[in-house]
């Protein structure tokens, strides 16, 4: 019988991606929720909350992309299967719009957000919907990392 394919970064059993992966996903999608609070209340606080997701979201993505190109780099299996590179390819975009997002996010507060902050932060959460699922399809329906 054919063992599902298993991640290359595990610390105590554990895959590291799927373990870091979690904190960008909350930290991009709480920066739209911030850019959206200070479009509507034009309050500096949210405009604040939002680079410093931004930051802590790509300080996170970067340990999870470096787990994940381990996972994909070696394995062979983990490479031929077609989600696993919308899945890459779909977080290469979501970095690279969250590294333009938060250079936008420097600047004066209102022309930060509104309207480039706010779109790139809606294009980003819309495009790790996307990442997500071949994510998700590649654990549950090729079982990568699922034990057997």
């Known amino acids: 019988m054919l063992q599902n394919p298993q991640p290359t970064a595990i610390v105590g059993g554990q895959p590291l991606h799927m373990i870091f992966v979690q904190f960008p996903i909350v930290c991009f999608t709480g920066?739209?929720?911030t850019d959206i609070a200070y479009w509507q209340t034009a309050?500096?606080?949210w405009e604040r909350f939002s680079i410093w997701l931004l930051?802590?979201?790509l300080v996170m993505a970067a340990l999870a992309v470096i787990a994940g190109l381990i996972d994909f780099i070696f394995s062979r299996r983990i490479r031929a299967m077609r989600p696993a590179w919308f899945h890459v390819v779909g977080?290469?975009?979501v970095i690279a719009l969250c590294v333009l997002?938060?250079?936008v996010h420097s600047r004066d507060a209102y022309t930060a957000v509104v309207p480039q902050g706010l779109i790139l932060s809606a294009l980003v959460v819309i495009v790790m919907i996307f990442t997500n699922w071949m994510g998700r399809d590649m654990v549950y329906r090729q079982?990568?990392?699922v034990p057997n």
């Open 91 to 93: 977080s290469i975009i």
């Open 31 to 33: 920066a739209l929720l």
């Open 143 to 145: 079982g990568v990392g």
């Open 101 to 103: 997002n938060a250079f």
């Open 43 to 45: 309050e500096v606080m």
């Open 55 to 57: 930051t802590a979201g």
